[in-house]
């Protein structure tokens, strides 16, 4: 028997917000519960939640979450306090730091990596700003 290790695709009705493939929107985003991009983003995204990229979003942006689920397309660095998940046919240009990275086979992942132990990340509470990604920024 052969066990399919690619994940599930999470549902829209698993999720509490969701921006559909028509949607092309720009600015600052936060957010406490889960969010799927089906669409385009361009800007920042600094939330505690789930932040899910669909097969067909295209992300511009400084990402920091919970968790990042990501199926599309992110152009930017990402910093995911629980976890990061690159799943088949996702593609990450940026830097990332997360304590916890699943990167499945059919993924495209170019930039640096720093994995962090989970009891050294910061409470979630704290006022973060861009600078606060230790050198994310260095050279982009």
Do not use: W
Not at 13 to 40: P, Q, R, Y
Not at 105 to 122: A, E, K, L, V, Y
């Amino acid at each position: 028997m052969v066990k399919n290790n690619e994940s599930k695709m999470i549902e829209e009705k698993d999720v509490d917000t969701v921006l559909a493939e028509d949607i092309d929107f720009s600015g600052t985003m936060k957010f406490k519960n889960s969010l799927m991009i089906k669409g385009k983003f361009d800007g920042k995204i600094d939330a505690e939640g789930h932040l899910i990229l669909g097969p067909n979003s295209e992300v511009k942006a400084t990402i920091r979450a919970g968790i990042v689920t990501n199926y599309g397309k992110i152009i930017g660095n990402v910093e995911a306090i629980k976890k990061l998940e690159l799943l088949k046919g996702a593609e990450l240009n940026g830097d990332i730091k997360t304590p916890d990275l699943i990167i499945e086979s059919g993924c495209i992942f170019n930039g640096n990596c720093t994995m962090t132990s989970p009891q050294s990340q910061p409470s979630y509470h704290s006022n973060k700003n861009e600078s606060d990604m230790q050198g994310f920024n260095k050279g982009k």
